[in-house]
């Protein structure tokens, strides 16, 4: 590293673990302590949240006063809650994906949400309480003001360093990852975690509206260019460690994901089944909170066998049954 340079930076850089009220735990939020004063992430709409924020800024001698940017990986309530707060405070320019917009705003298509739950075999006891659930997580963030949209293939300089902008859909529908190249740094949000296999969360396509978001055809796609982008750099992850080999990490998450898409592909080899039987029988004791995260990767794994002409969708009046393709 020269002088002056992206060692400096790197050494500007710090991780500050957030409280959050969700199982995942703690969200990691990073500080560069540099010219211009970033924050990436904020943590959810929480008192003790924004108590960790402001602890982390204080020990780099800074208050939530000094923030210049506020730039977020994607659209989840844990990773953006306090960003309106934090952006009105500083006067910070805050930035989101454009294809999270929808998030950020804090609306879900409810109907859709209900509907594709009905289709998927859940009676409304469920269905009901999946919607009161998700909801409540609503309440821990609030909706962004305008602000400044990112697509990826940007760079935003900063002094002596710089952000690189990648889309990396797969997470939510406008997952983003920064390349901090003079630092030597990813910061990759819940693209890539280290010790957490990222959840594929059933949501609308933003790019074609009233359809699903393929989420996790669209994921393989985002580690297959993680891997082909790879530099060498450490990885800051969304939740816990960072991830020092990401090419080592990458070829794991993978093989994680064939033999989750083998259960499926097991399970259906016995006859053809709804979304709500998949779920009964990969996760059995899943309590109701935890149903949207069963029926989301389910789901998430369904529509990558579709698309790879592995599982077909017969759709009946009321619901929906996958079988094997023949
Ligand atoms: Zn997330």
Known sequence: MKPGGGGVVRTRVRTIPVPTPFPVGPVNVHLVAADPVTLFDTGPMTDDAYAAVAAGLAAEGLAVRDLERIVITHGHQDHYGLGARLAAESGAVLFG?????????????????LDDLARSGFGLPIRAAVVLGVAAVGRFAEPFPPHTELEGGETLPGDGWSIEVLSTPGHTPG??????????????????????????????????????????????????????????????????EPVTDLRAHIDLLEERYRRRAF????????????????????????????????????????????????????????????????
């Open 97 to 113: 994906s454009r294809l999270d917009r929808a998030h950020f705003r804090g609306g879900r298509n409810t109907r859709a949400l």
């Open 175 to 240: 997952s983003l990852v920064f390349r901090l190249p003079e630092a030597g740094l990813l910061l990759t949000g819940d693209t890539v975690l280290r010790d957490i296999t990222p959840n594929a969360i059933v949501d609308e396509d933003p790019q074609r509206p009233g359809e699903r978001f393929r989420s996790l055809s669209r994921y393989f796609e985002t580690l297959a260019k993680l891997r082909d982008r790879d530099r060498g750099e450490t990885a800051l992850t969304g939740h816990g």
């Open 263 to 326: 259960k499926i592909e097991a399970a259906l080899a016995r006859g053809p089944l709804t979304a709500r039987e998949l779920v009964t029988e990969l996760f059995p004791r899943v309590k109701t909170l935890n149903v949207f995260l069963a029926w989301s990767e389910v789901t998430g794994f369904l529509m990558y066998l579709e698309d790879l002409a592995r599982v077909e969708k017969i759709e009946e009046r009321l619901l929906d049954r996958y079988r094997l393709v023949a």
